[in-house]
């Protein structure tokens, strides 16, 4: 069964969102890549204001390819996520509470998704002309000297994710691994 979760996630609907658990991303979500992170961190670390509310965001690893005439984004599957391990610690201390990408964390990620109350959602690598499909407006938002890798502001509707971590870390990636395991 799926469960729909409508966005912006809050961290106390983050805290209920559980390993291993399909959903359903409908709202707002944002798109970030190491360049924008590493860009949006500096920011962070001078007090600046970010270009965009990163409070209850949802950040998408992905730099869709550009959009062919009629559609409103490219391919967009995600990137392998612990490219952004370095910023995510701050940017989850800031207000982010959920994260979409494709492989492991770091225990520093970890740690601050259980001490802030976060979430990792895994996308479907290798499907991002299908993730694309639910994708129904894009719009840059900052960094397009970036290219692909620009922030950009993605309303989705049923983008299809399974809650990889929970915000009590919790991680599918290990306990799949052991309940596999144990039926050898």
Same mark, same amino acid.
């Given at each position: 069964m799926e469960r729909h979760i409508?966005?912006? !996630?809050?961290?106390?609907?983050?805290?209920?969102i559980k390993s291993g658990e399909s959903c359903l991303l409908s709202g707002v @979500?944002?798109?970030?890549?190491?360049?924008?992170?590493?860009r949006l961190c500096e920011l962070l670390e001078a007090g600046r204001p970010l270009p965009f509310d990163v409070k209850d965001a949802t950040i998408y690893y992905v730099g869709?390819? $550009?959009?062919? $005439? #009629?559609?409103? !984004? #490219?391919?967009?599957?995600?990137?392998?996520?612990?490219?952004?391990d370095a910023y995510s610690p701050m940017m989850i201390a800031a207000g982010e509470t959920g994260? @979409? #990408?494709? #492989?492991?964390?770091?225990? &520093?990620?970890?740690?601050?998704?259980? &001490?802030?109350?976060a979430v990792y959602f895994a996308a479907i690598g290798g499907a991002g002309a299908l993730l694309s499909s639910c994708i129904k407006k894009a719009e840059i938002v900052c960094y397009e000297d970036l290219g692909a890798e620009a922030v950009r502001r993605l309303t989705v509707e049923n983008l299809p994710v399974v809650c990889v971590i929970d915000s009590e870390g919790n991680n599918l990636y290990e306990t799949g691994r052991s309940a596999y395991l144990a039926t050898l």
């Amino acid at each position: 069964m799926e469960r729909h979760i409508q966005l912006p !996630i809050t961290r106390e609907t983050a805290r209920t969102i559980k390993s291993g658990e399909s959903c359903l991303l409908s709202g707002v @979500i944002y798109t970030a890549r190491d360049a924008a992170h590493k860009r949006l961190c500096e920011l962070l670390e001078a007090g600046r204001p970010l270009p965009f509310d990163v409070k209850d965001a949802t950040i998408y690893y992905v730099g869709p390819t $550009p959009a062919k $005439p #009629g559609q409103v !984004i #490219g391919s967009a599957g995600p990137t392998t996520s612990y490219r952004m391990d370095a910023y995510s610690p701050m940017m989850i201390a800031a207000g982010e509470t959920g994260m @979409i #990408g494709k #492989g492991k964390r770091s225990a &520093e990620v970890v740690a601050a998704m259980k &001490e802030h109350g976060a979430v990792y959602f895994a996308a479907i690598g290798g499907a991002g002309a299908l993730l694309s499909s639910c994708i129904k407006k894009a719009e840059i938002v900052c960094y397009e000297d970036l290219g692909a890798e620009a922030v950009r502001r993605l309303t989705v509707e049923n983008l299809p994710v399974v809650c990889v971590i929970d915000s009590e870390g919790n991680n599918l990636y290990e306990t799949g691994r052991s309940a596999y395991l144990a039926t050898l």
